[in-house]
């Protein structure tokens, strides 16, 4: 479905390095509950261009919070059309609650790539503070595209080790990780894996997994 937006973010990443990662994060960040693979051009600007994969990480997760910025904003704009004032009370009572653990809750789902917008929107929607969703998005998106940039460097070297530098084999192996990374990224139906998660554990996730059910955690129309 978006495999020209992906095509897009693809040279822009190529051909404009840090700043085409920024960019191209902000890209993939910014639509609320669809799963882009931006991702992919991460992991493939670390693999075959001369960058370094802490500094791309940065910029691509800064470009991640700046997107996700968009999102809060929704919620935040949504909010003073569905939240009435005798509804403002709570809603303040609601964020008080929120307190710090509203950053951490941030924290954690932009660190995955799981649908963080399920958590987002509703902090935009009581006017969660912008600075404590900013930092704590940030963070993530940093810590997760530094993740996903060392690995693609990592595994890119060990594959020139095995087979040489240009090697036909080792290129084909990193399309096929780039493909199962995209597999992963689009089609799992990350609410669900959430929710398992939340009342399972990982033990029960991979229970799921190891019984062969993992078909339940795709979307409903792969599993359908």
């Known amino acids: 479905m978006f495999e020209w937006l992906t095509d897009v973010m693809m040279k822009i990443a190529l051909n ?18 669809i799963p882009i693979p931006y991702l992919i051009a991460i992991y493939y600007m ?33 909010g003073k059309i569905i939240i009435t004032e005798g509804k403002r009370r709570q809603i303040e009572k609601f964020k008080e609650m929120l ?18 917008d399920i958590v987002i929107i509703p902090l935009g929607l009581v006017r969660y503070s912008f600075i404590k969703f900013f930092i704590a998005t940030a963070l993530g998106k940093i ?35 780039l493909l199962i990374m995209t597999w992963i990224i689009v089609k799992i139906n990350w609410i669900k894996v959430a929710e398992i998660m939340d009342t399972s554990g990982l033990r029960g996730l991979i229970g799921i997994i190891v019984k062969g059910r993992w078909r339940e955690l795709l979307s409903s129309n792969e599993n359908g």
């Open 99 to 116: 307190g710090k653990y509203g950053a951490i809750a941030v924290f954690f789902v932009t660190v995955t790539p799981s649908p963080d």
């Open 46 to 78: 670390a693999s075959y261009m001369p960058v370094d994969p802490i500094i791309l990480g940065i910029a691509a997760g800064i470009g991640g919070a700046i997107g996700k910025s968009v999102i809060y904003l929704l919620g935040f704009e949504g």
């Open 143 to 177: 810590l997760l595209s530094i993740a996903v940039a060392s690995f693609g460097r990592y595994f890119t070297e060990q594959l020139n080790i095995v087979f040489g530098e240009g090697s036909i084999y080792g290129i084909l192996i990193s399309v096929i990780v």
């Open 16 to 33: 404009y390095g840090y700043i085409g990662a920024l960019v191209v994060s902000i890209l993939g960040n910014f639509l609320p509950f």
